[in-house]
């Protein structure tokens, strides 16, 4: 143990690191308050463009859907490739999508249709890196894992980069963090990585379809009303005052107390905002997204948009996903039962509800809608290209073309953007990389691409994006 009169190699004494420590009392987790710290040392630094009304809800689909089967379907292509669904008619005219998506289809109208994304990675873990960061994955394809060297996710660089107009997070992710079943990391690239873990996105972890869910760290203690806990703070502020140490530098003192306000504050706008609070909502309204954890999620995502959050990212999950073989949207068997009974149902009522309520609030025009997973899937149905466990009724890997789902934000609805060839195997016109949506979402949150920031890794200066906004979606 260190002696009471020990310091830090920045100058805090015990009892200063213990004050520090105390901030957990308000339910914030040591990387809540590194990010803290972080935010304290740089100032929060937002780029005077900033546009703090915009936002985005980025929905990644874990797995890789098949686009062919979904929303790229190739009717006129052999049985081996179209595969058994049919393509229905939407409320376009001229947009065809899976006859098993019958509300998205009613939705079509609102909806950008980008057929042409496309990179080259067909691992798990790297592909997802590849998506969330917008940077091509930076080591060999050998793991699914996060490790240091990670790229900063987009999450990370909303954290950052972002600010939220009511004081609330930044960034926020749920309801988990992407993670293959078994394994004792995250899927690669959903942190700071050598941006820092401090940038890390405030995580909402659990599952928001059960009635007893709610938010750790954010709901005062029972018996503990908004003014008692006002006073609490009133409270600490003149202790603060009554124990400055004259000895103490200035910046060491602000450190302190912008930890301490920064705590406060976000315990203080969640509760006035009740943006958190899912029981708020109506019956009707939660029923009207389905009883799963993907309707809950977006309805979630829906009150934390009108709240003021820049950036929430909706990562999918299911009962599928201690599946050894085909978890969440990796159907390399069964695809087409899986689609039909387990997936296509939760996703259309979910996405369904999410972008109509999105219009009835007003919501819509300054909300991007992003929805993809890391690839598609192969052409043909039963061809192995990556995982040797796919059978003769599954789809494997595909990154060479696949779909992407954008709605609102200023994106011109029933529309397709981009192409593929008569087999959906390789884009033919417009095509999108990974970095060239991250710099789209970044430009429509206000967020310079090009803005830069220290790599902890190489220890250079990285840009945030390499990528070019698509501006031909309005």
């Known amino acids: 143990m260190l002696p009471m009169d020990s310091r830090s190699r920045i100058g805090l004494t015990r009892r200063e690191w213990m004050r520090i420590g105390g901030l957990s ?71 065809d999508i899976t006859e098993h998506l019958p509300l998205l289809a009613g939705q079509a109208d609102k909806l950008c249709f980008v057929r042409s994304l496309t990179h080259k990675m067909n691992v798990h873990g790297p592909a997802c890196s590849e998506i969330y960061s917008g940077r091509q994955y930076f080591g060999p394809p050998v793991t699914d894992q996060a490790l240091p060297e990670d790229w900063p996710s987009l999450a990370a660089m909303v954290s950052r980069f972002g600010r939220s107009a009511t004081g609330l997070p930044a960034s926020v992710v749920l309801p988990w963090y992407t993670q293959f079943f078994g394994q004792d990391r995250r899927i690669a690239g959903q942190t700071g990585g050598r941006m820092g873990d401090q940038w890390n996105p405030f995580l909402i972890q659990g599952d928001p379809s059960r009635r007893d869910f709610e938010v750790q760290g954010i709901r005062l203690p029972s018996g503990i009303s908004l003014e008692r806990f006002a006073e609490r703070r009133d409270l600490q502020r003149t202790l603060d005052r009554l124990t400055d140490d004259p000895h103490r530098s200035a910046k060491i003192t602000n450190l302190f107390r912008s930890h301490y306000e920064a705590a406060w504050q976000l315990v203080d706008k969640a509760q006035a905002a009740d943006a958190f609070d899912l029981a708020r909502e109506p019956e009707t309204v939660r029923s009207r997204y389905g009883a799963t954890r993907f309707g809950q999620s977006l309805l979630l995502a829906r009150r934390l948009v009108e709240s003021g959050i820049p950036l929430v990212t909706v990562n999918w999950d299911d009962a599928s996903r201690s599946d050894k073989v085909s978890p969440h949207w990796d159907t390399h068997n069964h695809a087409f ?93 417009k095509p999108v990389s990974p970095a060239d949506l991250t710099a789209t979402i970044l430009y429509h949150l206000g967020i310079d691409p090009a803005t830069t920031y220290h790599d902890a890794f190489q220890r250079v200066s990285q840009r945030l994006c390499e990528g070019t906004p698509v501006h031909g979606l309005s």
């Not at 308050?33 to 546009?51: C, K, N, Q």
């Not at 939760?346 to 890391?374: N, P, S």
């Not at 709605?407 to 016109?429: E, H, K, M, P």
């Open 25 to 95: 009392l308000l339910g914030l987790s040591a990387t809540d308050l590194a990010r803290l710290r972080a935010r304290a040392d740089e100032g929060g630094h937002v780029p005077p463009s900033a546009h703090r009304t915009n936002s985005c809800v980025f929905i990644f689909l874990f797995g890789g859907p098949s686009h062919i089967d979904l929303w790229d379907m190739k009717p006129q292509a052999p049985a081996e490739i179209r595969g058994e669904f049919r393509p229905t008619g939407t409320n376009v005219p001229g947009i």
């Open 337 to 429: 039962r899986r689609l039909k009974e387990n997936l296509c149902p939760a996703f259309d009522q979910g996405l369904a509800a999410f972008l109509a309520d999105l219009k009835e609030r007003g919501l819509l025009e300054k909300t991007l809608v992003v929805a993809l997973g890391e690839f598609g899937r192969t052409p043909k149905i039963g061809l192995i290209t990556q995982n040797g466990m796919t059978e003769k009724t599954g789809r494997d890997h595909w990154p060479h073309a696949f779909t992407a789902l954008l709605a609102g934000g200023g994106v011109r609805g029933g529309q397709i953007y981009g192409a593929t060839n008569s087999t959906g195997g390789y884009v033919l016109d």
